[in-house]
């Protein structure tokens, strides 16, 4: 008898219900679908367009994504009889359960709009904030990813960049390279100057503006201190501080101008026999 009420109730349910049944899940899988259709669509259309570029899609994306979902689920619930009304206080009771239970969420998501907002950098940068390293990749809604110079991925909350001093390397078109060197304290500064402008004038990616310049930087206590300071352009920069280490080297060596470096001398202890 039980069995029988069962299967009676499970077919006047059906009966009333199951066409808005069917008609939810399709709304579900569709939305579903749509939602990742139109997120794919954003990643590949929008950095296209003058108005924006690869940084801000990712975000947009994530977005339109999650609105496409929340409009299907509302959808659905209508259909089984669920009132709009009551759907839009569940969200919203349950949103702001959300939103305290997952406050550090939320400051990334807010972090993150800040960071598209003001632009500190764009995806293909390099930039260093509070440690973190790296050339950003994609700014998403919760976090950033980015790659270190020797392969590593990075994944840092976008509140945790925020927060810190951002340091962008290649925001400015142009980057002085500092080549420090010491040399001896009998060597001719100024032989030393010329050799160290002369490996400089014969490197095509120093800028001649800005001119190079050598400043004596300090005393050391066994080497004055030199400082060779040239400008680049800054797709340049990593190459023209590489070769000047190796050109200025070969430079004072060509004009005999010693570089010192550490001795150490062993007195053996005399006895009295």
Known sequence: MQF??????????????GMAAIVAI??????????GWLSS?????????KAFDETIAPMISQIVRYLVLIIAIVIALSELGVQTASILAVLGAAGLAIALALQGTLSNIAAGVMLLWLRPFNVGDYVEADGINGIVKQVGLFATRMRTLDGKFLFAPNSKIWDATIVNYNREMTRRVDFSVGIDYSADISKARAALLAAAAQDERVLKAPEPV?????????????????????????ETAMSMN????????????????PHVQLVRPTTDE
């Open 41 to 49: 669509a954003i990643i590949r259309v929008l950095p296209h367009n």
């Open 214 to 238: 050598v400043y004596v930087m300090g005393l050391g206590d066994s080497s004055i201190d030199l400082q060779l300071r040239c400008w680049t352009k800054t797709e340049d920069y990593w």
């Open 246 to 261: 190796e050109k200025g080297k070969l430079a004072l060596d060509a004009a005999g101008v010693a570089i010192p470096f």
């Open 26 to 35: 399709i709304v579900i899988i569709v939305g579903w679908f749509a939602s």
């Open 4 to 17: 029988e009420s069962i299967v009676t109730s499970t077919v006047e349910w059906g009966s009333t219900y």
